[in-house]
Each structure stands twice: as structure tokens, then as C-alpha cells.
């Protein structure tokens, strides 16, 4: 329930703090697809210690967010106690997660070759979650890790979350 209570309120801090774009709509043509979180391969998110049995798609339960594709694992695989959310867009930029004023404590840091940014996200105790985004050529990925209950953390989630990061940066399109 925590999980979904605060990946709801992660999705709308986003969306809700997003800038308007103007101009004309261009029909997409079949051949474009946004990225999907959920088409990591699940070797990929065996290798990173995650559980891929614990794949949740936020679109399967109904919830979407208009610019977003979302998914999320937990882990440790066989003793989970956090989960690993990410979300992918093709309309925001990295500036725009830097320009959120839920947003603080950034550090820069080189992650599988990118540039990307380490924060935090002011809803949560800072202990309890970790966030991290980075730019691609068709728009940013950010990822979270999330204590399953407030209180739990068994190591420094920040550390988890550039690990988890290093671990599927090669799944996401260039930048």
C-alpha cells in the first residue's frame, strides 16, 4: 500500500510540475513507440539482485500519467525490503527534474557513461527513499528507490539506487 500510495504521489509531483507545451499536435506514426520500463530484459533486472517475478506495471493497474511510462521491481530478490521504480519520458528533460521545486539535495554524478543527477524527492523521510535521473536522446529516465515500509532501511538507499542504475543504464536509449 505505501508503494502505491507514494508512486501516486511521485507520478503527480511529476505531471504536476511540469511545464506546458505549446505548438501543434503531430499525430504519432505506428512506427513510433515510447520507451518501456517494463521491456528491461529480465536477465538484466536478475543481474541487479532484483526480483523479476515482482515486475508492476502502473499501467496494468490503471494507472497512467499522460508523458510517462512506468515500472517497477522489489528487491532484494528473496528478502525484499525496497522497491526500485522507474519511470521514462519523452516529454521532460532532466532540467525539468532539476526545475521541481520537490526536488533538493542534488548531486552530479557519471553513472554507465551518462550524466546524471542524484536527489531527493520531499515527500518521504530522506532515509527512506533515493531518487536518480539521466537524459537520453528521446527524453529522461528517473529512477526510485523505496523503502517498502517507513523505517526499514538496511543500507544507504542512494547507493542502492546508483547501483540499480548502473546496473540497467545500457536497457535505455542513448544520449
Avoid at 519520458?89 to 521541481?100: A, K, P, Q, Y
Amino acid at each position: 500500500m505505501r508503494k502505491a500510495c507514494l508512486t501516486a504521489i511521485s507520478v503527480a509531483l511529476l505531471v504536476g510540475c511540469s511545464t506546458d507545451i505549446t505548438g501543434d499536435a503531430i499525430a504519432d506514426s505506428p512506427t513510433d513507440q515510447t520507451f518501456d520500463p517494463c521491456t528491461i530484459p529480465d536477465s538484466t533486472i536478475t543481474a541487479a539482485g532484483l526480483d523479476p517475478a515482482s515486475k508492476d506495471s502502473m499501467a496494468d493497474k490503471g494507472y497512467t500519467t499522460p508523458g510517462w511510462t512506468i515500472c517497477g521491481w522489489e528487491g532484494p530478490a528473496g528478502d525484499p525490503w525496497y522497491s526500485f521504480t522507474v519511470y521514462f519520458s519523452e516529454t521532460h528533460t532532466l532540467e525539468d527534474v532539476r526545475g521541481n521545486p520537490q526536488n533538493s539535495d542534488f548531486s552530479d554524478v557519471s553513472i554507465a557513461g551518462r550524466t546524471a543527477v542524484v536527489y531527493k524527492v520531499d515527500i518521504v523521510d530522506e532515509s527512506d527513499t533515493c531518487d536518480v535521473a539521466f537524459d537520453t536522446a528521446s527524453g529522461v529516465a528517473t529512477f526510485t528507490v523505496l523503502t517498502l515500509e517507513a523505517g526499514i532501511a538496511r543500507s544507504d538507499v542512494c547507493d542502492i539506487a546508483e547501483n540499480h542504475v548502473r546496473d540497467v543504464a545500457m536497457a535505455f536509449p542513448a544520449n
